[in-house]
C-alpha cells in the first residue's frame, strides 16, 4: 500500500469514528508530528517512559502538571 491509499484509508476510517476521546487521541498524535521536534531520550529517561507505561497500564498515573515538570527537567539537562 503507497502512501496515497494509505492516506485514503485513514481518513475514510476516521471520518466513521464518534468517540471524541478516541478522535481527540488521533489529533494529539498527528499535533505532535506536525508541531514537536524530535527528542533524543537518554536510557535513563526511556526507561521510566517505559515503566509509566507499564504504570499506566495498571492505572497508576501522576498528574499532568508532574509530569510537565519531570519534562521540564530531563530536557533542561540535555
Not at 11 to 19: K, L, T
Not at 28 to 36: G, M, R, S
Not at 43 to 68: H, R
Amino acid at each position: 500500500m503507497n502512501a496515497i491509499d494509505l492516506r485514503h484509508e485513514l481518513i475514510s476510517r476516521i471520518a466513521g469514528i464518534e468517540d471524541v476521546d478516541f478522535l481527540n487521541a488521533i489529533k494529539t498524535i498527528l499535533d505532535y508530528k506536525k508541531n514537536e521536534p524530535f527528542i533524543e531520550l537518554s536510557s535513563d529517561q526511556e526507561s521510566e517512559l517505559l515503566k509509566a507505561s507499564e504504570e499506566g497500564k495498571k492505572g497508576e498515573f501522576i498528574s499532568q502538571s508532574k509530569m510537565d515538570k519531570k519534562v521540564e527537567t530531563w530536557l533542561a539537562d540535555k
